[in-house]
């Protein structure tokens, strides 16, 4: 590898050339003869050369970078070692490493041969094994030794890693096991799964073997041969060839100026602080090296390097386009050389002389080649959004070195329309009820239904309780929730709640995870504009505050593992904690058919002739439409890989050998949960790959270790590797796809190559050129790819990390080294729209060709109308017929089971006959409904229309867009009414038949027809609870036992029955069980007035009642009864046994009273003479004292010596005879 | 009627181990003339169930049942007149409608073949003239209407006054010209959980989608089986809404406004509605 880059500074071989040679695995013709000899002998190579220059940019990158960011490069060799691992010495590391570079220190050479033999890895002939990870082939030929070599744990860092070790002498070569001195990558080291190449220190051995090496040098016999052991030896740049001499001595100059200035620097050129932080003192005490074009050290070089690696980039040779940017951003950035010395006193003086490396010599150098990189990738930072554009255009270096280049920054600024706006996460809504989804018909059992209910409750309370507690340190969603949701999944018995509950699930889960806040957000490339007026140093103190403030919401570096941010928390940590197989289950049938519904949601296509204004209107909303699905499709996408491998993904290493084999053939039996193979296909022939490529990713991005061995998903893999390949962003033509499409493609397919499971020899070994991605002929000529419907904003939210490159050009300006963590919210889209359904199209006539070829010469909007104003007018329509003709029948056939009812008697039959014999008469009328329909569709799609679209419609084209409109409006509703008008009707006679029958039952009388209040009422009358109050209390003074000086006085008695007549009157507030306390009430009070029982208040002479004004009151309640009573009034417990038991206990009794009622009852027809005898005869089976008996039978024989009809007059007599009662008693 | 917590904390204080009588209820009016009497009565209604569900176990016991019925049986037979049932349920704590619930049974239990069912039991409680014994009649009577708290006549009260201020509320709403969806029209489109109304468009200020009205004083304690039971249930399917407690509510209760529940003690008058037209 070193050799080709060797031949390449040499000018044996053009960039051109090498990049060719690179990306296809044949010459061109275009490559001259002697290139062609240079390349052909290392064509063995080819494919390693990417990976190594990655690594070997950021080795050499290593003393510039100790303390910003990590910058992850996925490359075979960038596994780093794990920490703990086995003792011994790193086999792979060192033999792989030591095959790269000739053999020319013989010092460790000798040790390091063969022990790197011993390791097992003399076949591996993958490049750039410096970082201990496993060979490029390992991952196919199985043939690593588990734990050796093996894949780092994800997320360690270098911090942990072993530091040098004197007594582990021969393994000095190995980068891995020698991190650089105080390069402690920041951040959640534990949480980042993404593997990184971290600045490669310089090693102890290098430090040794002085002179210093130039990677110009290696002569070319140093050439690997086929027989890689051989090349065990020497890292890359030792043997320094005579002719560098004149570098060395530069270099050593160099060295002298830097440590010169580091003197005179007022802090100690190694403070304590950024050895073991990540945070270099951001006070800018330190003052950062500045960096100076005039003082590059071998300027062809850096640029010959630098136009093989943005030729690289540019092919998409590398796996990560914006980690690479990312680097470049670093370099650019870069604050100064670090140096070791302070770092290890132990190892000097030999640490000292190893500062030096041989790319970059300096700050200048970095910044030199930053520049020379970034000039190359102008198209794609033009696409940043405008934040980034606005700190790129600022940076004072790329101003110095390339005022060109900041030139066409600022222009590409200036124009940006690219705003992304930080919105702040939604609040909870939740999923509204919705009755023809929810109610009882949609469930098997009543029973089912209300577990429903009660689980939709359990659910909210506990995203509640999330919510407010989630953020609390210590709080455990297992421990808080984790009982309460099993409880309740628990419940789930029927099939169908579970469906049920897994799609409200899913509806909350969209609704809080992909609905936006609202507006009013942040926007990120406003704030600068603003700020900027406050001066760079103010800028910089507010973006550290806007940093703090923003701190929680990290993005996690430039490739951060798949996360739940925000309320996807919930979700997961609910599934984990359900840990109900059935609910995954429903949860991944539900999943995967909105994914394929999404997924196959006919977008509108961009028409590229129709570019006036109004097409820009239209494609705002055609954005944000195709916006929404993404999002949901990647969220839905995301929880379904999540569900799907769950099962599978553990922490424990991947299986190798035979346990893998049996692993494997036991999951290539098991069918994928979803046919993602061949939605990725379909999805790249109708040039859909923007749309299904992002959600795929996110669904892979949760595959477990296995899953990329299995044939199924290596195809699919293949196929996006071939997809990313021929992304070349650099060629754009007409029928092409988009360039931020293609950009967020690669930004996406560009993180799922940094996923730890997906195998890291999958990218390189992937043969590129013989398989160039090729679309298909027959594919339709636009696409959605073809269309520009991805802007920075949707790049922005699907690839939070691109922010990154944001939040380090920010962090140089405010003076703080850029660290992961940070101030990047995972920005939520501002699309509120919801997804339009896709109109049923089933008539695939003449009519359906006419009108696909009508809307095709229409700008989309129109088709849009159009198949909203169907499937709207459509679904009113049965709601319409609903309300009418199903009414109606409703109606006539409650009134015909009237009929049958009064005709059969009370039992009216077997309800389930009553309702075939309706039905059987009723459903033929369901015929008019398609009539009926029609006629609707007709009527109210036209006026829709016209409203709908411009004034300016061609009448023409009005006239037939609302014949489409009735069409499609007319096929929708009669199809729906057709099939289900029948079962509509049925249904809804059932329920009224149900309903008839029950209120045939206990409380005909109650049931019956009341009279309201006269218009005139204004229900000024007391109220019925105030009334029952009123009399309860009279009632319990009544009884007693009550209080010396308590009573009423008989004005309130008549006051009360006053404003009880006025209450029985206005029914406004009057209900049924109210009216019938009052009756009885109002019969209790009767008997206590007839017993005499009242205690009267006033002068103790008068603490009885007078006879005439309980007459009075008697009068007035008879009258209640008989006229403002609407329910039953129990008269009959006048004459119980209980009431008529009042009477004994008063001395003398008076009978009187009694023997009145009993007449006007008779006489205002309250109650039959019949019916006061039987109670009167009743009355004599009780026990009584003898007299009282007497007395009562007495009673009972004047009562039914009384003419049967007595005359008015004769009751006006009796009401002037005083006292007859009395005499009777008396007798 | 809004209470601080404080000023709840009084009025609950003065009603510890009161009886549910209508003398209690005049005692405490004079003590707190400024508050409505209804606030008072609910309040004093809401402690005393409380009050009731801690100790109610006690009375169900076997041995407790026993001896009340043999202290009943003892009082009646010295003086069937006497308030026997009535000054039992006083001595030992326990509401008097209950109590007579309690002898009643075990009355019947005594007299009848097969145990009595619930629904007979509540039939001769809603009209003691069919216990068949008509001193124990006149007892369980006594013991009805002199309950403030328990028994059918209250609860018929509490319906009576529930059912009035949903018709206020309702009229309030056709007033106002605001189109609702009454418990009745959900029920028949069969919601599982149905707030009094739901308003058709959203009202503005606090946005509400629906309104609960409850007669009765929001105490910490009926609240928060309020919001499990229902308020929460109705802001899972409808989101945020309005709940009136027409005699009042601890202020500090109002603590979900945020979140979607909001409380209030009468209509509120400030409503604004979305403008249909754009003018």
New interface residues.
């Given amino acids: 590898m070193a050799a080709v880059l060797e031949s390449l500074l040499r000018e044996e071989v053009s960039v051109a050339a090498v990049v060719r040679w690179i990306a296809r695995s044949t010459q061109g013709s275009e490559d001259n003869a002697g290139e062609a000899a240079a390349l052909s002998s290392l064509r063995a190579l080819r494919k390693e050369f990417v990976p190594f220059l990655l690594n070997f940019l950021r080795e050499q990158s290593s003393r510039v970078l100790p303390q910003g960011p990590p910058t992850p490069a996925k490359t075979p060799g960038a596994s780093a070692a794990l920490p703990g691992r086995p003792g011994g010495p790193p086999r792979g590391s060192r033999g792989a490493r030591s095959q790269l570079f000739p053999p020319t220190e013989a010092q460790s050479t000798a040790a390091e041969a063969p022990l790197a033999r011993r390791g097992g890895r003399r076949r591996g002939p993958g490049p750039a094994r410096e970082r201990g990870g496993r060979g490029l082939e390992e991952g196919v030929s199985g043939e690593s030794l588990p734990g050796a070599g093996g894949r780092r744990l994800r997320g360690s860092g270098s911090p942990s890693r072993p530091s040098l070790t004197l007594s582990d002498p021969p393994n000095l070569s190995n980068l891995e096991e020698f991190p650089p001195v105080g390069s402690v990558p920041p951040g959640p080291t534990g949480t980042k799964p993404s593997r990184r190449i971290n600045p490669t220190p310089v090693s102890e051995e290098r430090s040794l073997s002085k002179p210093k090496t130039c990677f110009t040098s290696p002569p070319i016999s140093c050439v690997p041969s086929s027989q890689p052991s051989a090349l065990d030896t020497s890292p890359w740049g030792l043997g320094l060839p005579p002719g560098c001499r004149s570098l060395q001595e530069e270099r050593e100059m160099l060295r002298k100026e830097r440590s010169k200035q580091l003197q005179q620097s007022p802090t100690p050129t190694c403070p304590t602080p950024e050895l073991g932080s990540p945070l270099p003192s951001r006070t800018g005490s330190l003052t950062d090296e500045p960096a100076d074009p005039a003082r590059v050290s071998s300027r062809q070089r850096l640029e010959l390097v630098a136009l093989v690696y943005s030729s690289c980039i540019a092919e998409n040779l590398v796996p990560n386009l914006f980690l690479e940017l990312f680097f470049v951003f670093q370099l650019l950035t870069a604050r100064r050389m670090v140096t070791a010395k302070d770092s290890d006193p132990e190892l000097s003086p030999a640490v000292l002389d190893s500062l030096e490396s041989p790319l970059f010599q300096s700050i200048h150098d970095c910044v030199f080649f930053a520049v020379q990189v970034l000039e190359c990738h102008f198209q794609v930072l033009s696409n940043l959004d405008k934040g980034t554009l606005k700190l790129l255009a600022e940076n004072e270096r790329l101003l110095c070195f390339s005022p060109a280049l900041q030139g066409r920054l600022r222009a590409a600024y200036e124009g940006s329309v690219a705003k992304v706006s930080l919105v702040m996460p939604p609040s909870t809504q939740a999923v509204s009820f919705q009755p023809e989804t929810d109610n009882r018909a949609n469930f098997s059992s009543d029973r089912a239904f209300h577990t429903f209910k009660k689980q939709r409750d359990v659910f909210y309370e506990v995203l509640r309780e999330w919510e407010d507690h989630h953020e609390e340190p210590g709080w455990d969603f297992e421990k808080g929730l984790g009982s309460r949701i099993r409880a309740m999944m628990g419940q789930l018995s029927a099939a169908c709640s579970h469906s049920h509950f897994v799609r409200l699930f899913q509806k909350q889960l969209l609704q809080m995870c992909q609905s936006p806040g609202g507006a009013g957000g942040t926007v990120l490339g406003e704030a600068p504009d603003v700020l900027s007026m406050l001066g760079a140093d103010k800028l910089g103190r507010l973006w550290r505050l806007q940093e703090r403030l923003m701190a929680p919401q990290s993005s996690g570096g430039p490739c951060p593992p798949p996360t739940f941010p925000g309320c996807q928390g919930f979700f997961r940590d609910f599934i984990l904690s359900a840990s109900s197989f059935q609910f995954n289950q429903h949860l991944m049938d539900s999943l995967s058919l909105k994914i394929q519904e999404l997924n196959g949601l006919a977008l509108p296509q961009h028409e590229p002739n129709d570019e006036d204004g109004e097409s820009d209107v239209d494609w705002q909303g055609e954005r944000k439409q195709f916006a929404v699905v993404l999002l949901s499709l990647r969220l839905l996408a995301k929880f379904l890989g999540f569900v799907a491998f769950l099962p599978y993904r553990g922490p424990e290493p991947p299986p190798t050998g035979e346990l893998q084999d049996s692993i494997l053939a036991l999951r290539s039996q098991v069918p994928p949960v979803l046919d993602v193979r061949t939605l990725l296909q379909r999805g790249l022939q109708a040039r859909r790959a923007v749309l299904t490529v992002p959600w795929l990713v996110e669904f892979l991005s949760f595959a477990d270790h296995v899953v990329p061995l299995l044939e199924y998903y290596r195809d699919i893999f293949t196929l996006l590797l071939r997809l990313h390949r021929s992304l070349v962003l650099s060629q754009e033509s007409e029928g092409k796809m988009c360039f931020l499409n293609k950009l967020l493609l690669l930004a996406v397919l560009g993180w799922l190559f940094q996923i730890p499971t997906v195998p890291e020899d999958l990218f390189f070994l992937e043969e590129g050129p013989s398989y160039a991605f090729e679309v298909d002929t027959v594919a339709p000529e636009h696409g959605l790819d073809n269309a520009p419907v991805v802007d920075q904003q949707l790049l922005y939210t699907c690839c939070p990390y691109i922010g990154e490159l944001r939040k380090l050009l920010a962090s140089w300006v405010s003076g703080s080294s850029g660290r992961s963590g940070g101030f990047m919210r995972k920005i939520t889209p501002t699309t509120t729209t919801s997804l339009g359904a896709q109109p049923s199209q089933t008539s695939q006539g003449l009519q359906a060709q006419l009108a696909q070829a009508f809307f095709h010469n229409q700008p989309p909007s129109l088709r849009r109308t159009v198949e909203f104003v169907a499937e709207r007018i459509g679904s009113n329509c049965v709601k319409h017929i609903k309300a009418t003709l199903v009414a109606d029948l409703v109606r006539q056939a409650e009134s015909l089971l009237q009929e049958q009812l009064v005709t059969q008697g009370e039992e009216g039959g077997d309800p389930a006959q009553l309702l075939e014999i309706l039905c059987s008469q009723l459903c033929p009328h369901g015929a008019q409904a398609l009539a009926l329909g029609r006629e609707f569709c007709q009527r109210k799609s036209p006026g829709a229309v016209r409203a709908l679209l411009p004034e300016e419609t061609p009448a023409a084209v009005l006239s037939s867009a609302e014949n489409i409109a009735v069409g499609l409006a007319t096929e929708k509703a009669c199809a729906w009414l057709s099939a289900n008008i029948t079962a509509l009707i049925r249904r809804e006679v059932k329920a009224a038949v149900s309903r008839t029958l029950r209120a045939q039952g206990p409380e005909p009388a109650a049931r019956g027809e009341r009279r309201g209040c006269s218009r005139a009422c204004e229900h000024h009358a007391p109220l019925p609870s105030h009334l029952i109050s009123e009399i309860k209390d009279v009632l319990s003074l009544a009884v007693g036992p009550r209080d010396p000086d308590e009573g009423v006085s008989p004005e309130h008695l008549e006051q009360l029955l006053g404003q009880l007549g006025q209450t029985l009157r206005c029914r406004q507030f009057l209900c049924p069980p109210a009216e019938q306390h009052l009756a009885k009430c109002s019969v209790e009070l009767a008997s206590l007035l007839v017993a005499d029982q009242i205690p009267i208040l006033g002068p103790p002479a008068q603490y009885r009642l007078e006879r005439g004004q309980a007459r009075r009151l008697l009068h007035m309640l008879l009258s209640l009864w008989k006229e403002d009573f609407q329910g039953p009034v129990p008269l009959q417990l006048l004459l119980s046994p209980r009431n008529v038991g009042l009477l004994a206990d008063t001395r003398p009794r008076e009978w009187d009273l009694l023997l009145f009622l009993l007449r006007e009852l008779v006489e205002k027809g309250l109650m039959g003479r019949m019916e006061i005898e039987a109670c009167l005869g009743s009355l004599h089976q009780a026990q009584w004292p003898g007299d009282f008996a007497e007395e009562l039978a007495t009673l009972s024989n004047l009562f039914l010596a009384e003419p049967h009809l007595p005359e008015p007059q004769l009751r006006a007599c009796e009401l002037v005879q005083p006292n007859r009662g009395t005499v009777l008693a008396q007798s | 009627m809004i209470l601080t917590k404080a000023q709840y904390d009084e009025i609950a204080q003065c009603l510890v181990s009161v009886p549910p009588t ?2 209690s209820l005049r005692k405490l009016k004079q003590r707190f003339p400024s508050q409505s009497q209804a606030t008072l009565l609910s309040i004093f209604s809401q402690e005393y169930q409380k009050h009731i569900k801690r100790t109610h176990a006690k009375h169900h016991t076997s041995e407790a049942i026993e001896s009340y019925y043999q202290r009943y049986l003892n009082g009646v037979v010295k003086n069937g ?1 006497a ?1 026997v049932l ?1 000054d039992l349920a006083n001595e030992v704590d326990y509401a008097p409608s209950l109590m007579a619930r309690l002898i009643l049974e075990r009355f019947l239990q005594e007299h009848e073949e097969t145990p009595p069912s619930k629904s007979i039991i509540n039939s001769m409680l ?4 069919q216990i068949p014994d ?1 001193v124990l ?2 007892q369980v ?2 013991c009805i ?2 309950d403030c708290c328990y028994g ?2 209250v609860d ?6 529930g ?2 201020h949903e ?2 509320l309702r ?1 309030l709403l056709l007033e106002k010209n605001l189109s609702f969806l009454d418990e009745d029209q959900l029920r028949a ?5 149905t707030p009094d109304f739901i308003l058709q468009v959203p009202v503005e200020g606090h946005i509400i989608h629906w309104i609960e009205s409850k007669a009765s004083f929001g105490d910490e304690c009926s609240h928060h089986a309020y919001l ?1 039971d229902q308020f ?2 109705y ?5 945020p809404g309005l709940v009136i407690y027409w005699y009042g509510f601890i202020q500090e209760l109002d603590c979900n406004r945020e ?1 979607g529940i909001l409380l209030k003690a009468c209509f509120p008058t400030n409503i604004v509605t979305l403008c249909h037209s754009i003018a």
């Fill in positions: 209508r003398q007149a308030p009535l809603r009209d003691p003239s008509g009649a006149n009577y006594q209407v002199n059918p006549l018929c009260i509490k319906h009576a006054i059912h009035e018709v206020l009229d489109k069969g919601y599982d959980k499990h929460w249930s802001w899972n399917r409808f989101g979140r």
